[in-house]
């Protein structure tokens, strides 16, 4: 099949992707290289090992999934650039990280946009949310599937009960606008880091606060060094699975139907899972009393609520308004 296609690109004057043309040359398997910047015990990494597994059952003698986990083979300041040079070949970045190559995925990153999880979900599944997986195919990046990981709690060296507790601190964001925006909402200060230096940055001093799932909390041991964990909810960290479109659509096309019929099934099990692995992450945080945490009332989650939402305003104009109104139209609330 490979030998097949090889000819018949050749024969129409067409080239192959590196990786998957010499592969076609040695009848070998096609490698397909799946970076990341979490551990194995997440979502995100669970993902990653089970697509590996269910690759290695089915299409064992024609496609190797190498994963390379936490940032082992590069991080996420690089990684999106090594996918477009054709380095590695699979990535599931989160949503926050893709703010260079689209405005629209900033609709993620808006705090207090979505209810819960199951929101997000029913927006990612929606038209409007398939189509922003296809919304970087100018830079040759294509969106395989959405990934949960969960919603964003905010941490701190001090309490944090109101808005104005927040103030002075400094906060470690990704690389983010809208994230900078929501903190400079209730008077805080970010710095853009790479995932890999958060925990040092907040033990070192260089930040005194993060926004995190349960899950990035635990397995990065930031609770170890943030004292209080405020349950705020106030957005969500998912990821969406992507690869180098020229890369992708190289691969011969029975081997690729297969591969995006696992990517189905390997996303419905990480969307299944994620929150039971979230939930399990708060509990070891519970039980470490290394980091208190702390509940919010009604009213004092409606006054964060209120101090960040104007970031939406700020952003809606490079978002668009029909991206924004489907993301509100997913809430439940928002079918009463
Ligand atoms: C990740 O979960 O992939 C990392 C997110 C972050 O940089 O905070």
Not at 9 to 38: M, N, S, W, Y
Not at 160 to 165: E, R, Y
Not at 296 to 306: G, V
Request: a neutral charge; hydrophobic letters at 45%; glycine letters at 6%.
């Amino acid at each position: 099949m490979l030998k097949t296609l090889l000819a018949a690109c050749l024969a129409a004057g067409l080239t192959l992707p590196g990786a998957v043309a010499q592969a076609a040359k040695a009848d070998e398997p096609i490698v397909i290289r799946f970076a990341h910047v979490v551990t194995d015990d997440t979502p995100k990494g669970q993902g990653a090992l089970l697509l590996q597994k269910l690759v290695a059952e089915r299409l064992g003698d024609r496609v190797k999934v190498e994963v390379h986990a936490n940032s082992s083979l590069v991080g996420d300041a690089e990684e999106l650039a090594a996918l477009q040079r054709g380095d590695v070949h699979l990535l599931a970045p989160s949503l926050a990280k893709f703010e260079q190559y689209t405005p629209k995925l900033k609709v993620f990153d808006l705090p207090f946009l979505f209810d819960d999880l199951a929101a997000v979900d029913r927006f990612q599944q929606r038209p409007t949310g398939r189509d922003l997986l296809l919304s970087m195919s100018q830079h040759g990046i294509i969106g395989l599937a959405y990934w949960h990981n969960g919603m964003k709690q905010l941490s701190a060296n001090r309490p944090l009960q109101q808005p104005a507790d927040a103030r002075e601190l400094s906060f470690r964001i990704q690389s983010s606008k809208v994230l900078e925006a929501q903190f400079a909402a209730v008077g805080a200060r970010s710095v853009k880091l790479p995932f890999a230096e958060v925990r040092s940055a907040l033990q070192g001093g260089k930040v005194q606060g993060a926004e995190n799932p349960w899950s990035n909390l635990y397995s990065q041991q930031l609770y170890q060094v943030q004292p209080y964990i405020s349950e705020t909810n106030h957005g969500v960290l998912d990821y969406m699975l992507v690869s180098n479109a020229r890369f992708w659509y190289g691969i011969p096309h029975e081997i690729r139907s297969e591969l995006e019929a696992i990517i189905d099934e390997v996303t419905y099990a990480v969307n299944q899972q994620a929150a039971r692995l979230n939930a399990a992450d708060r509990e070891r945080i519970a039980a470490s009393g290394k980091s208190r945490i702390i509940a919010l009332s009604d009213a004092e989650r409606a006054a964060w609520r209120e101090a960040m939402q104007p970031v939406w305003q700020q952003f809606e104009g490079e978002i668009g308004a029909t991206v924004l109104r489907a993301a509100k139209a997913a809430n439940r609330s928002a079918q009463n």
